[in-house]
């Protein structure tokens, strides 16, 4: 059976390291190598510093893929594409790795990334390195919670991982596309609770839907519904976390999914048609500005794949 990375359906931390990585050239044998190794050194970790909850998920770009692992490649995996409605854009940002590291202390994330790239460092070149953090009891940067209808339990492995009988080769790894957005909180700060609610489609103060008679279709809660107007639900399960300075802020937004394409399904969702105005309006408020594409394997598909 399939030994999916602890990381993906792991709960929610304290802190976290996002970081956007690409590989050297003429490496990928070595690379191979180590990042089968990788999550053996943070369970070790985890285990050292049980009370930490240290998790972290490697995951390797859609352009890069087939460099790395030439012999496989997951069914409908896919480079982001840049996205642009009327004045709204989701820009892309390809990247040969994504590795997150999330725990409940610090001192042990900083440790985690040290011998995380004591592993990697000959063979890989850091592009960005992103600091996020929970922020009060998980809510983001707006004030609202974050994913107030979020999956728990044994149905975060339902939407995350992919099932043996869709991809034998894959079963466990998961999609993942990351968004980074900006927040124009000076903007989003001078609304009303109001307002803001009626924007969000929840109230403020518990994360509850707004009566349906006050609900907006281009309200965030519709327009970014995993249950859109065919009653299906997207398999998508959320790893999102703040991050930011005082100039610079906003969400960092990970998507899991047991689907390539339900991820852009969702954003094209939530973007509207051309010329109809029928975006989420939560977009009026956050910029994109990095977009990108990743497939988790498992960490049985890891070692196979690195001889191990």
Not at 53 to 79: E, K
Not at 287 to 308: K, R, T
Request: proline residues 5%.
């Amino acid at each position: 059976m399939a030994r999916e990375q602890f990381g993906i359906c792991a709960e929610a931390n304290l802190h976290g390291f996002v970081f956007l990585i690409n590989a050297l050239d003429g490496h990928h044998a070595q690379l191979r190598l180590q990042l089968a190794r990788l999550p053996a050194l943070v369970q070790h970790l985890s285990d050292q510093f049980s009370e930490s909850n240290l998790s972290a998920v490697i995951a390797v770009g859609a352009g890069y893929w087939d460099s790395l692992y030439p012999a496989a490649r997951p069914q409908n995996f896919n480079s982001f594409p840049p996205l642009v409605v009327d004045d709204l854009e989701m820009p892309a940002s390809p990247f040969d790795l994504l590795l997150q590291i999330r725990s409940d202390r610090y001192d042990v994330l900083h440790l985690a990334a040290q011998q995380c790239f004591q592993l990697l460092q000959p063979y890989v070149e850091i592009q960005e390195q992103i600091h996020a953090f929970r922020y009060m009891d998980g809510r983001d940067l707006t004030g609202f919670i974050d994913e107030p209808r979020a999956p728990k339990g044994r149905r975060k492995r339902e939407l995350a991982l992919v099932a043996e009988d869709t991809d034998p080769v894959f079963t466990g790894g998961s999609y993942l596309h990351f968004q980074r957005y900006r927040l124009d909180l000076n903007r989003w700060q001078q609304l009303t609770q109001s307002q803001q609610e009626m924007i969000m489609g929840y109230k403020k103060m518990d994360g509850s839907l707004l009566p349906s008679a006050q609900l907006s279709a281009q309200s965030h809660a519709v327009s970014a519904s995993l249950q859109p107007e065919t009653n299906h639900q997207l398999p998508l399960l959320f790893q999102n976390m703040p991050y930011g300075q005082l100039k610079v802020q906003g969400m960092l937004t990970l998507g899991f999914s047991a689907n390539g394409s339900c991820y852009l399904q969702w954003l094209k969702q939530r973007m509207g048609q051309s010329g109809l105005q029928n975006y989420d309006l939560l977009l009026d408020y956050i910029q994109a500005d990095c977009g990108a594409a990743f497939f988790a394997p498992s960490v049985s598909f890891m070692e196979q794949q690195a001889g191990l």
